[in-house]
């Protein structure tokens, strides 16, 4: 099975701040790789697709790179908004699409 | 716009079975892989279960093999999730989830329930 890593845990910004959380995958997934955002109390939602391509509706602030093990969620400019937890998500593999541990994001 | 409302969720004791219910509206059901996600009380995400949009192949995440089926009816747009056997640690929040189904994307979820509580307690 396809072992997702991120970091960091947990991460505080300041409003305005440029932001990255990495994830990490154990072996290559190529671009098969999305991002969710999930706020308390409710669903995930769907940021971020084929590792860059961003998802309808999602404000261009997020972004995503790249391939093979290694990829990044960006936020520009960190907005009150974005207080969450954010997960990666691996797709290469019927065996179990894996999501990450998640990255807990406050604002400062 | 697209809707989806599970149901059937409750306590049940170790052993026990339950059914998960998924209502979907807002889009042609019948065309889409559906999914079942869950997160343990405090925990992250879990991919439980897939079924393609005919129903043709099923696929699930090595803990639920052989206790959980997954199911649909075209003709009703609900999915299912039976779930036999049931151990402590099935105690989840039970999210179904609708595939995004186009190409670069299969195989994620940009359509969640609002989820569905299944404790497994004595």
């Known amino acids: 099975d396809i072992q997702m890593t991120q970091s960091p845990s947990t991460l505080s910004a300041s409003v305005g701040d440029r932001v990255t959380i990495t994830c990490r995958a154990s072996?290559?997934?190529?671009?098969?790789l999305a991002w969710y955002q999930q706020k308390p109390g409710k669903a995930p939602k769907l940021l971020i697709y084929?590792?860059?391509s961003l998802e309808s509706g999602v404000p261009s602030r997020f972004s995503g790179s790249g391939s093979g093990t290694e990829f990044t969620l960006t936020i520009s400019s960190l907005q009150p908004d974005d207080s969450a937890t954010y997960y990666c998500?691996?797709?290469?593999?019927?065996?179990?699409?894996?999501f990450g541990p998640g990255t807990k994001m406050a604002i400062k | 716009q697209v809707q989806l409302v599970e149901s059937g969720g409750g306590v049940v004791q170790p052993g026990g079975s339950l059914r998960l219910s998924c209502a979907a509206s807002?889009?042609?059901?019948?065309?889409?892989?559906m999914h079942w996600v869950l997160q343990a009380p405090g925990k992250g995400l879990e991919w439980v279960a897939l079924?393609?949009?005919?129903?043709?192949?099923?696929y699930y995440t090595d803990s639920v093999k052989s206790r959980f089926t997954i199911s649909r009816d075209n003709s009703k747009n609900t999915l299912y999730l039976q779930m036999n056997s049931l151990r402590a640690e099935d105690t989840a929040v039970y999210y179904c989830?609708?595939?995004?189904?186009?190409?670069?994307?299969?195989?994620?979820?940009?359509?969640w329930g609002q989820g569905i509580l299944v404790t497994v307690s004595s």
């Open positions: 989830a609708k595939d995004r189904g186009s190409s670069g994307s299969y195989y994620t979820f940009d359509y």
């Open positions: 807002g889009f042609t059901f019948s065309n889409y892989h």
């Open positions: 079924i393609r949009n005919d129903g043709s192949d099923k």
């Open positions: 072996q290559s997934i190529s671009s098969w």
């Open positions: 084929k590792a860059s």
């Open positions: 998500q691996q797709y290469s593999s019927y065996s179990g699409f894996t």
